[in-house]
Nanobody, 112 residues
Framework: QVQLVESGGGLVQPGGSLRLSCAAAGSSFRFNNMAWYRQAPGKQRELVANIFSSGNPNYADSVKGRFTISRDNAKNMVFLQMNSLKPEDTAIYYC??????WGQGTQVTVSS
């Protein structure tokens, strides 16, 4: 059974940067698509970015140009580099591995 463990969340000021990491243990995932989702208080979980097994990424309009998703198949890891963070980026960020594996989430808070 695959387990996903996120890290890298925290408190950052507006305009700052954070890098989230997700490590997959239990299986190689190089043929799976992976994604980052987020859920803010009182809101539905939403897709932030996904990356196909080919390495091609897709981004939500709200994060285009600010966030970058990447993966390291040799290390079974996926990353989310977040720059120019805004208060509205505050949420719990979840790693997702197709078809249906979720991490436990990591809190990102953007506040002055």
């Amino acid at each position: 059974q695959v387990q996903l463990v996120e890290s890298g969340g925290g408190l950052v000021q507006p305009g700052g940067s954070l890098r989230l990491s997700c490590a997959a243990a239990g299986s190689s995932f190089r043929f799976n698509n992976m994604a980052w989702y987020r859920q803010a208080p009182g809101k539905q979980r939403e897709l932030v970015a996904n990356i196909f097994s080919s390495g091609n990424p897709n981004y939500a309009d709200s994060v285009k140009g600010r966030f970058t998703i990447s993966r390291d198949n040799a290390k079974n890891m996926v990353f989310l580099q977040m720059n120019s963070l805004k208060p509205e980026d505050t949420a719990i960020y979840y790693c997702f591995l197709t078809p249906n594996c979720w991490g436990q989430g990591t809190q990102v808070t953007v506040s002055s």
